[in-house]
């Protein structure tokens, strides 16, 4: 089947109790069993429900993978991916990522006596040279929010050649823009916070793998420690996958436009977006995906610039968060980022003037409008 078939139909059958097309919300905390040992596959709602196993079968499809597991954030489904890592092990970590991602590598998984070390994973060569033994490598591609594009066939080799895992964030993308396992990941994470869902309303996360291994283990896991996504969360998330391929052609369509109009202001700059043929992995990027996406970030300067272009902008919502239909707007050094030390963000290039958008779906003339009124009070 295409893409947006699957985003459609996979993992959905109609209701067999009533017909109904959508998949019902199974809002219950247990089931009923016959007897001892006699039950329909459900024994209690942490450990099975219908609805969420409906959408890891979707998100499963989506990807490309043998199945998945849902999370109740895109933080616990991380944490629990990183529970394949043992005490005495080594990790490596894209240097560019998300702050979340980076406290719980350095603050928590630190404490189980696993080391981590932060390197530019842009370059698979010198990485290579770099990273000596590691059982696990972490990325992001394009990363946030410098947009650094990883090549993920090149690191999964090296992964391979160490007997290590890659696993590959892909919240940025989509699967309707990129697909890591077919590159050789080990396993895809993503927010389904961000684009899956697409509407601002849910919090989640999942982990999609290939090696059945991976997905007896991420079920025990989800299971055992009970991080698990609500039946209305479950809904809420398949609700917006069936859309997820007509959004992502307008965000990509917006994405592109707003990409080009920042970088015709003069008050702007760098423009950080791997469309642009100059951009360092602008050609990699179209090797392994097939759009660039509408995660743009561009440097204003100084903060004080940021400040004031952030305060007037009006139909761009200032907030956390990306992947809405909705345009979000942030300043990463105070929000996403504000987990790093002011040298670690200067070491990595997330300057103080440094601001991140996810253009949604809106009318595009409507949202240079919007950022041509901010530039003016910059």
Known sequence: MGFATDCIHAGQEPDPSTGAIITPIFQTSTYVQEGIGQHKGYEYARTQNPTRRALEKNLAALEKGSDAYCYASGMAATNAVLTLVKAGERVVVSDNVYGGTHRLFTKILSRYAVESAFLDASDPASFEKAAGDFALLWIETPTNPLMKVCDIAALAAIAQRRGALLVVDNTFMSPCFQRPLELGADIVVHSTTKFLNGHSDSVGGVAVVKAQAHAEWLQFVQNAAGAILSPFDSWLVLRGTKTLALRMAKHEENGRAVARFLREQKKVRKVYWPG???????????????????????????????????????????????????????????????????????????????????????????????????????
């Open 276 to 378: 642009f043929a100059d951009h360092p992995g602008h050609e990699v990027h179209k090797r392994q995906a097939i759009g660039f996406g509408s995660m743009i970030s561009f440097d204003l300067g100084d903060l004080e610039a940021a400040r004031r272009f952030l305060r007037t902008v009006r139909l761009c919502s200032l907030g956390e968060s990306l992947g809405g239909i909705e345009t979000l707007i942030s300043h990463p050094a105070t929000m996403t980022h504000a987990g790093y030390t002011q040298a670690e963000r200067d070491a990595l290039g997330i300057a103080n003037g440094l601001v991140r958008i996810s253009v949604g779906c809106e009318d595009v003339e409507d949202l240079i409008a919007d950022l041509t009124r901010a530039f003016e009070a910059v």
